[in-house]
């Protein structure tokens, strides 16, 4: 078969013009030309998949394994480079037979005699990438779904002691109708306690993507570096668009690019006379901050500011708004993002078109809902409105959770704004606003170590005078 290179159309090799665009396609290699003879008869190729850094991805049916499979056939221009093939030898070995629901795993590969090729599990779906694209509004149930899966393939990754490195919607394949997705590309993963493999002035991963640590170069990188990665997913995921800075260098949060909005299925739900609006809009108000601080935590530049597990984060994740009966839908609103219709594929029945159909026929809100708009309605993005306010998403945080600090009674009247300017210089971590939440009714809290009390100071002083006279009285009886 031959891949035609304008259209993707995959074709007889008896044909010299593609049957879908008439390019002359007679100059171009036979696909099988990249297997092993033993192999050519194996796969029999139904249409282009898609292309990454190393490779071209067909779907084919495996007559061997008797199943639909992905086969990804390396680059000429790669089978001469030891690196890549290293690096694809490895991604191999990480997910032959991998069994995790969320990874995908590699069937069977070959790299040996000038050949490099791998079959792998055949996913039903389209790239995160295209699905965000695509999407203008997403409920919160359906992001956390999303955010579940994504954390709970990386655990079992770091688990089993690897790290990805190359995390980015582009790695996700997901499935539109059922929201099941799949991590794939492990080309550039490795061992946490082995340095990257790559040369010493080479720096793998993709920009925008990277934490700030990979892209620095550093070779012994942490599950932290992951965490970066999976936080800017999130971000895009509920924006459309990678994370944004303002002028001082401090994240602006997700919300600030969206408008939220609630969704009940009665016509007339919301004009209830037992219906509190303002009690509702405040309860959305705070799970889309506890959003917001999640993926800011995510997103701390230093390490250790981040999740200290993937484990922990998705635990995080899945207490979002969990108690909340209706839907909170979340509209991108980015003045740099644009909706991009579903593409055309060619009408071969497969699963990408069927995943453009699904996308068309799935609005986030269901005909005849009642919708209740709070527009930019979160605490952090009211304050991003206003200009004499610090923007920065660690004071906008200490803003919105630590109660307003009573007035002492004999303070003078200029120690408020001093105090209001310290307390402006202070910033506080993430990690710590957020332990600062209120608790749950029930749960104990012992709140800060307080020195000892009088009668304990007082019994430790005792003890100290009645040693030092029983010393000098040893002292006085031996020598004396």
């Known amino acids: 078969m031959k891949h035609c290179l304008k259209c993707n159309e995959i074709n007889n090799n008896s044909s010299l013009n593609c049957a879908n665009c008439s390019a002359p396609i007679n100059e171009l290699e036979k696909l099988e030309d990249n297997l092993r003879p033993e192999d050519r008869q194996r796969f029999k190729f139904i249409g282009f998949a898609g292309e990454g850094s190393f490779g071209k991805v067909y779907r084919c ?140 002035d080479m720096i793998g991963g993709t920009r925008g993507y990277m934490s700030p640590e990979q892209e620095a170069g550093v070779k012994a990188l942490t599950a932290a570096s992951d965490i970066y990665s999976v936080g800017v997913i999130y971000y895009e995921t509920l924006t459309g668009a990678r994370p944004e800075y303002d002028e001082a260098g401090e994240l602006i949060p997700p919300s600030a690019f969206c408008d939220v909005l609630i969704a009940a299925e009665e016509e007339n739900y919301f004009s209830g006379e037992n219906i509190d609006t303002d009690r ?88 005849g809902s009642a919708i209740k708009k709070i527009k930019h309605s979160t605490i952090m993005t009211k304050i991003l409105a206003e200009p004499e306010e610090s923007k920065t998403s660690k004071t906008l945080l200490l803003k919105y959770n630590k109660p307003p600090t009573p007035r002492n009674a004999g303070a003078k009247p200029g120690d408020d704004s001093k105090k209001a300017a310290s307390a402006q210089q202070s910033k506080p971590l993430i990690k710590t606003v957020i332990d600062d939440r209120p608790r749950k009714k029930g749960t104990v809290y012992r709140g800060d170590e307080k020195p000892d009390t009088e009668f304990t100071q007082y019994i430790i002083s005792a003890i100290i005078v009645f040693g030092s006279i029983a010393a000098g009285f040893i002292v006085y009886w031996k020598y004396f």
């Open 61 to 200: 049916q495996d007559i061997k394994l008797q199943k639909l499979v992905a086969l990804k056939l390396i680059k000429h221009e790669c089978l001469g480079n030891d690196l890549f093939l290293d690096l694809f030898k490895r991604e191999c070995e990480f997910s032959k037979n991998i069994g995790e629901e969320h990874l995908v795993s590699t069937l069977d590969y070959f790299v040996a005699e000038g050949y490099a090729y791998s079959v792998m599990e055949f996913i039903e779906g389209i790239e995160l990438s295209a699905y965000i694209r695509q999407k203008k509004a997403l409920k919160l149930e359906e992001f956390k779904k999303i955010a579940v899966q994504i954390a709970s393939g990386l655990h079992f990754f770091h688990y089993h002691g690897l790290l990805h490195c190359d995390l980015k919607p582009s790695n996700i394949m997901i499935n539109p109708g059922t929201l099941k997705l799949k991590l794939v590309d492990f080309g550039l993963s490795h061992f946490k306690f082995e340095e990257n493999i790559l040369d010493k």
């Open 280 to 367: 509702l809009s405040g309860e959305v108000v705070n799970i889309v901050d506890y959003l917001d601080m999640l993926i800011a935590r995510c997103l701390q530049k230093e390490p250790r500011g981040r999740f200290k597990t993937i484990e922990e984060l998705k635990a995080v994740i899945e207490k979002t708004g969990h108690d909340f009966k209706l839907d909170i839908i979340i509209e991108k609103t980015a003045v740099n993002f644009e909706i991009e219709p579903p593409a055309k594929h060619a009408a071969d029945g497969g699963p990408n078109s069927s995943a453009a159909e699904v996308l068309q026929s799935s609005p986030a809100v269901a005909e």
